[in-house]
């Protein structure tokens, strides 16, 4: 079967730091995806991974390891706007369909 | 801002009726994937198109079908709407090659009563 898992709901304070992880079992693999989604509006592409290794972008990092089936995103110097739903996605092989997790509520407090 | 449009933004339909949801993709883009988010769930594969061909489909009955056109513009056709149906769907559109990445619109949420 395909499975992708991350937390549920995460809380964090302002101007710190916050991993958010996402493991996966999938058949075939092509590539994994992180968006952001605020409530009510289109999920926003901030990553993606197809070696393993760390990406970074501005405050986000995003890190894989494809032999441990697993990714996080890292959020640095955390704003109240990055309050907001994030995505682990994962592409299979054969076509670009995306199979995703349930989503990461990501909670921001002064 | 991805340049990718969907109309409308909200739909109420009763239970057995048909709806069609509409998309436009990112300029330059050539294909469009469709997606049905229900609350507080990630958003789950329902097919998608590829130079107005279906390029695969998930786990979705054949009451879910769709169109892309010429222009890359694509519609999603729901026919006898279930209470289950109920929920935002997304339209992605990308450029197929290496990255192929997905660029979301902003959704149209059915509610089905």
């Known amino acids: 079967g395909q499975n992708i898992d991350q937390p549920t709901e995460m809380t964090a304070t302002e101007g710190a730091i916050v991993q958010i992880n996402c493991t996966y079992q999938t058949s075939g693999f092509n590539g994994l995806f992180w968006y952001q989604q605020h409530a009510g509006e289109a999920p926003t592409f901030l990553s993606y991974?197809?070696?393993?290794g760390l990406e970074e972008k501005g405050r986000f990092s995003s890190f894989l390891s494809r032999s441990k089936g697993y990714s996080y995103l890292l959020l640095k110097e955390l704003q109240m706007k990055d309050s907001a739903s994030y995505l682990c996605?994962?592409?299979?092989?054969?076509?670009?369909?995306?199979?995703f997790g349930q989503g990461t509520e990501l909670s921001v407090k002064p | 801002e991805t340049g990718v449009t969907q109309s409308p933004t909200h739909l109420i339909k009763t239970r057995g009726q048909q709806v069609t949801l509409r998309c436009s993709s990112q300029?330059?883009?050539?294909?469009v994937s469709w997606y049905q988010q229900a609350l507080g769930q990630g958003p789950q594969f329902i097919f998608q198109?590829?130079?107005?061909?279906?390029?695969g489909r998930g786990n979705f009955p054949p009451r879910f079908s769709g169109l892309q056109f010429p222009n890359y513009s694509s519609e999603l056709n729901v026919n006898a709407l279930e209470l289950d149906d109920s929920a935002l769907y997304l339209c992605?559109?990308?450029?197929?090659?290496?990255?192929?990445?997905?660029?979301f619109g902003a959704g149209t949420r059915l509610s089905v009563l």
């Open positions: 300029s330059g883009h050539n294909t």
């Open positions: 991974n197809v070696l393993d």
């Open positions: 996605a994962v592409r299979g092989s054969g076509g670009g369909k995306l199979i």
């Open positions: 992605a559109s990308s450029l197929r090659g290496d990255l192929n990445i997905q660029y």
């Open positions: 198109y590829y130079r107005e061909e279906e390029n």
